[in-house]
């Protein structure tokens, strides 16, 4: 037991960094490519394709559907469509710094609907420390850009949506755990989303084909594509939904700021940002309280 706990850790904490790569994965493809939605219906495809190719020709040639709960999984779908969406019009009408210190607050929501939904309650050590990592991101987030927004209520209203979103989707793939496996919610989430996004991107190219694959012929944004489609939506996806399994909700929505402290590291290291007191602080307090909250009682 102690040692599938162990293996849990590290599952959420190895796919919650792969997360944060992604960040700038994302705004290379975005150079490239004229919308997000067309994107994510790119990636997705590369994720569903593989994942097929893994059932046909791997260890993983059969999953059962049959006579399972269904019910936390469509909410899960729904909550992971919902978040992409409300994300997006979020920073569209804010920026990425307002972004990131709204939904710093997902762990403290995810406890309350773990708490509600699941009936798992955290003790008062592991609540108090859960605002560590929040504390943490808002300290990086405020290193960012500007406050400077263009519709602050209507961007917020998305962020909200976005953060209860979040929430939920953590709180549903807890309760899909019971019956379905990481690969089978994996697969149900990468397929949904690709049909979901390639309708979106097709809408948005005026249901021109060609228009829409466009992209694809840029050997770089191929690339970017096929990293996020192979490690960030596959490899982090069975990860996270594999300690998902293994640990109560709120420790895993813990290790969510981990990806905003990857992301930052990164910056310094990769895109040659600057190295300033909120990012050492900040990161400190992350892995502090992802620590305090992941310590056994």
């Given amino acids: 037991m102690k040692n599938k706990t162990t293996l849990a850790v590290l599952c959420a904490a190895l ?62 779908l729904l909550m992971q469509l919902s978040y992409y969406l409300f994300e997006t019009y979020g920073i569209l009408y804010t920026n990425s710094t307002i972004s990131g210190l709204v939904l710093a607050v997902v762990p403290v929501v995810t406890i309350g609907t773990g708490a509600l939904f699941l009936k798992e309650y955290p003790t008062k050590r592991q609540a108090l420390f859960c605002i560590l990592p929040v504390a943490g991101v808002i300290i990086i987030s405020i290193a960012g850009k500007s406050l400077q927004v263009s ?46 996004f390639n309708v979106i991107g097709l809408k948005l190219c005026n249901w021109n084909f060609f228009a829409y694959v466009a992209p694809l012929a840029n050997i770089k944004y191929l690339t970017v594509v096929f990293f996020l489609g192979l490690l960030c939506s596959i490899v982090a996806n069975l990860l996270v939904n594999y300690a998902m399994s293994r640990m109560s909700v709120f420790k895993v929505a813990s290790f969510g700021a981990l990806s905003t402290l990857c992301s930052a590291v990164l910056g310094i290291f990769v895109m040659g940002d600057s190295v300033n007191v909120n990012i050492i602080v900040g990161g400190i307090l992350i892995l502090v309280g992802v620590r305090q909250v992941t310590k056994p009682r």
């Fill in 15 to 76: 796919g919650n960094i792969i997360w944060g790569f992604s960040f700038p994965l994302i705004t290379m493809g975005l150079k490239m490519v004229p919308q997000t939605h067309i994107m994510l219906g790119h990636r997705f495809t590369v994720s569903t394709i593989v994942m097929l190719g893994m059932m046909l020709f791997g260890k993983k040639k059969k999953i059962s559907f049959r006579g399972k709960n269904w019910k936390p999984v469509v909410l899960l």
């Fill in 151 to 196: 519709n602050l209520y209507l961007g917020g209203l998305f962020l909200l949506l976005t953060l209860l979103s979040s929430a939920i989707y953590k709180t549903a793939n807890r309760k899909a755990a019971e019956e379905f496996s990481p690969f089978e919610r994996t697969f149900l989430v990468l397929m949904v989303s690709a049909i979901v």
